[in-house]
């Protein structure tokens, strides 16, 4: 019973280096989400997906790209990093508007870092 | 502004007090969910709140969601070392998607 798994944990990047952000889900679920946390922040919506084929923008998608070719994995693409891209980043996944009374299901982060 | 706040964003209490957490929403809610986040870690779901007047309970965790459903408060009781981490509150704001707009969290310290 993995749930959602995110790759990797942490990382290291150089100013104007390029990265995928890994997240698999095994509960068939619908949408999935890509965070971001800031130190002394809440979460910022970075992107989200309501099914296979279909992504949108959510708060901070600027510096970033997402695919979802599958209903289980969600990419998360980082162009060029910036020292403003550190963060700790969370994939979320869930059934959809409202339907999960046990929550939206997390990763356990990726803790990025540009220097 | 945020569409989300919460208050305080940091609390310090001696181990057995009682704490309240609020969480106040500038639109109306369509659920409120409450996580725990200990540092370094993902997101443990506590509790979804949906109805106005609703309130729900797990262990010494009680949350509560207004009737007017514009603001919850996460309360606990006899507070542990075990309750320390980070509360953040997530709001659903529309019923057409479920994304989550979050507040900026409150850590909370307990002094065994």
């Known amino acids: 019973n993995a749930g959602v798994t995110q790759t990797p944990k942490f990382r290291i990047l150089k100013i104007g280096q390029s990265m995928t952000l890994q997240c698999t889900q095994d509960m068939n679920h619908n949408y999935m989400y890509w965070y971001r946390q800031d130190p002394g922040m809440g979460l910022k919506l970075i992107y989200y997906?309501?099914?296979?084929?279909?992504?949108d923008k959510g708060e901070v998608p600027n510096g970033y790209n997402v695919s979802r070719s599958t209903t289980e994995d969600f990419p998360l693409r980082l162009e060029l990093a910036a020292p403003s891209q550190t963060s700790v980043y969370f994939c979320?996944?869930?059934?959809?508007?409202?339907?999960?009374?046990?929550?939206?299901?997390f990763g356990s982060g990726t803790r990025l870092t540009v220097v | 502004s945020q569409e989300l706040e919460q208050s305080p964003q940091s609390l310090i209490v001696q181990e057995g007090k009682n704490l309240t957490i609020n969480c106040t929403s500038s639109k109306t809610l369509y659920g409120l969910y409450w996580y725990k986040q200990k540092y370094g870690e993902g997101l443990i779901f506590l509790m979804m709140?949906?109805?106005?007047?609703e309130e729900k309970s797990h262990e010494k965790i009680t949350a509560k969601l207004d009737e007017k459903k514009q603001q919850s408060s996460l309360h606990i009781t006899a507070s542990q070392p075990s309750h320390a981490g980070i509360y953040l509150c997530?709001?659903?704001?529309?019923?057409?998607?479920?994304?989550?707009?979050f507040g900026q969290g409150t850590i909370l310290t307990v002094h065994p």
């Open positions: 997530g709001a659903v704001h529309s019923t057409s998607y479920g994304k989550l707009t």
């Open positions: 709140l949906q109805k106005g007047g």
């Open positions: 997906s309501v099914g296979a084929g279909i992504t």
């Open positions: 979320a996944s869930s059934y959809g508007a409202l339907r999960a009374n046990y929550g939206y299901t």
